[in-house]
């Protein structure tokens, strides 16, 4: 309590440093303005022109940052503070606030230096009986009120500090801190940060959760028939060693991502729908396409690859040995995706599974375009539907994909 109450002190001596320098070139000017006459003529220049230096003070480079270090440091303010000065705004709520410090660093000077000696002279003059002297400042009544007017200015001297320093607490985040401008523009760096990370985990999640969930059944199957059938070891080990390796690209990909927070967070490869497939297929999924649709925007033909990559995984991981059947269709500006394979009961994706990090993230990919995506049980098969709205695209070029349909 005491060393915040001399912290206060110390910022609002600060504040009657700039008011009396503020002040004393204010007198100049008053006596600049009456030529060294009656100085009540200058009175309103005078004050008009500490007003002008305290703003002056205030628009000052530098000051914004000191004034809220001091605010921190000495005046004990907690509420959120901006030193940064981004416009004009900002500039003018400093000035304001070196103008507050000024006027209560002045008033506080006052009640010390002025109001202590006026009421330890008053009480000490009463008390030995020279009132005779109190009539010279106008204090010549009855000894009470003397009395009265010494203990006020005593009590001024404790009273107006105090009170000078909980306005300034209070008017701290007002002219200190953020501006509404302020607050949405760290609002919006939040959920930009938030978004990367959002991002940054759905990329990890489609690259190297789907390399790691192919290695793991190519592994089995290896370990599964390694002795029975050779040829199919060749085979797994093969896609594992192809898949290991565009993991570890797509991993140092990531981690460059982290390492520099102003790149933006995109695949460091993409598969076009055949590679997609082989890809796959070659991992031992047997996938059926029908695939009927025009001319894609990439973005939205990117999310549509997406969500099909998380599906077929899925059905690497859920599925029977039967064939999963892919359907891409087109119909009046919407591109649909429908995934359908067959489960056994014992790793049924339920309804339990439909809030996985695997739907939440095709429903992601989705929303960034539009889109839609549903995916559950029926009649027996697990289902993914993908609705994708396509704009207007006339003119341009069909998908990467659509020469090598199958």
Not at 145 to 158: C, I, R
Request: a neutral charge; hydrophobic letters at 50%.
């Amino acid at each position: 309590m005491i060393r915040s109450t001399l912290l206060r002190g110390a910022w609002l001596m600060l504040g009657a440093a700039i008011g009396i320098a503020a002040a004393i070139l204010g007198a100049v000017a008053a006596v600049t303005v009456t030529g060294g006459g009656d100085l009540r003529d200058g009175l309103g220049p005078g004050l008009l022109a500490v007003l002008v230096i305290a703003v002056a003070v205030g628009l000052l480079p530098g000051v914004r940052e000191i004034e809220v270090t001091a605010a921190r440091s000495l005046l004990g303010v907690t509420a959120a503070l901006t030193p940064e000065v981004r416009g004009w705004t900002q500039r003018w709520r400093t000035a304001g606030w070196t103008v507050v410090h000024a006027a209560t660093g002045l008033w506080s000077g006052f009640c010390v230096f002025g109001m202590l000696p006026g009421g330890v002279v008053t009480l000490w003059l009463l008390a030995v009986g020279r009132r005779d002297r109190l009539a010279e400042v106008g204090l010549d009544g009855s000894w009470w009120v003397a009395l009265l007017a010494g203990s006020a200015m005593l009590l001024a001297t404790v009273v107006g500090p105090l009170l000078a320093g909980v306005i300034a607490v209070r008017l701290a985040p007002l002219l200190l801190g953020p501006t509404a401008a302020d607050q949405l523009a760290l609002v919006e760096q939040r959920l930009a940060a938030e978004r990367r990370h959002t991002a940054l985990a759905r990329e990890l999640h489609d690259g190297i959760g789907h390399a790691l969930s192919i290695i793991s059944i190519q592994a089995a199957a290896a370990h599964r028939l390694g002795s029975s059938r050779p040829e199919r070891t060749d085979a797994a080990l093969t896609v594992i060693e192809q898949t290991s390796r565009g993991a570890q690209a797509e991993l140092d990909h990531l981690l460059g991502l982290l390492r520099d927070p102003d790149a933006v967070a995109t695949r460091a490869t993409r598969d076009d729908l055949p590679t997609l497939l082989q890809r796959h297929r070659d991992a031992g999924l047997r996938v059926d396409l029908t695939d009927d649709h025009g001319p894609v925007p990439p973005l939205v033909w990117h999310a549509l690859l997406d969500v099909l990559a998380e599906a077929l995984t899925n059905a690497h991981r859920h599925g029977t040995d039967t064939a999963v059947t892919v359907a891409i269709d087109q119909r009046a500006g919407e591109l649909r995706l429908r995934v359908t394979n067959a489960v056994s009961g014992a790793s049924r994706p339920g309804p339990a599974r439909t809030g996985g990090r695997g739907v939440i993230g095709m429903r992601e990919r989705a929303d960034l375009v539009g889109g839609t995506v549903q995916a559950g049980p029926v009649d027996g098969h697990w289902q993914v539907v993908a609705v994708l709205p396509v704009p207007d695209v006339d003119g341009a070029a069909p998908s990467d994909d659509e020469e090598t349909r199958r």
